[in-house]
């Protein structure tokens, strides 16, 4: 490609507008030109370029006392008339199971989107209802946890019960596989 300075670009742009100055793209940045329909001509009337003015008006005929010619059809398409605009029962029995298969789906998908939100309701209150029974419950146990003074156990424990701490030969350790419970089948032996 061979490279161009700025004065020949100017040069051609100049040229070109000088050449395309008369020309334009219909639609492109211009309006379309409004173009008038072709006009029919009406039986009767001779002229139908010039407006008569009401002194030259002629009576004209109207339409029911001018014969219209019908189109004579050839009995070919005239029957193929007929196929076309006829049904025949198969089709409406077809149309007609067609439309109860559309009406039952519309009534169970009604029917199904009525119980779904009727199971909503359902679940929203009994979630209402969970959430009132945790908090109940949390109230109740901070307020046995708050009346609970584990100083005073220990002592009762200790002083009228005469529970005593363990001693190290009554201390047995194990290992587990991981588990955090233990059952307990049999009694544990003695160790010494």
């Not at 490279?3 to 020309?23: C, F, L, P, Q």
């Not at 006392?65 to 089709?91: D, Y």
Request: aromatic share 6%.
């Amino acid at each position: 490609m061979a490279r161009t300075t700025r004065s020949e670009t100017a040069r051609r742009s100049r040229t070109s507008a000088r050449t395309n100055r008369g020309m334009y793209v219909d639609g492109n940045t211009v309006r379309r030109l409004a173009e008038v329909p072709e006009r029919k001509r009406q039986p009767g009337r001779q002229n139908p370029g010039r407006q008569q003015t009401n002194r030259n008006r002629r009576v004209q005929a109207s339409p029911a006392q001018v014969p219209r010619q019908k189109h004579q059809l050839s009995k070919e398409a005239q029957k193929n008339r007929q196929k076309a605009t006829a049904m025949n029962w198969g089709f409406v029995a077809f149309l007609a199971v067609v439309c109860v298969a559309i009406l039952f789906c519309s009534v169970k998908y009604l029917r199904y989107k009525s119980e779904i939100t009727a199971k909503m309701s359902t679940v929203a209150s009994l979630e209402e209802e969970l959430a009132d029974l945790k908090e109940d419950n949390d109230a109740y146990y901070s307020q046995v946890t708050s009346n609970v003074d584990l100083n005073k156990i220990k002592q009762t424990a200790l002083g009228r019960l005469g529970m005593k701490y363990p001693s190290d030969d009554q201390t047995v350790t194990y290992s587990t596989s991981g588990n955090s419970c233990v059952r307990q089948y049999q009694d544990i032996p003695d160790s010494k």
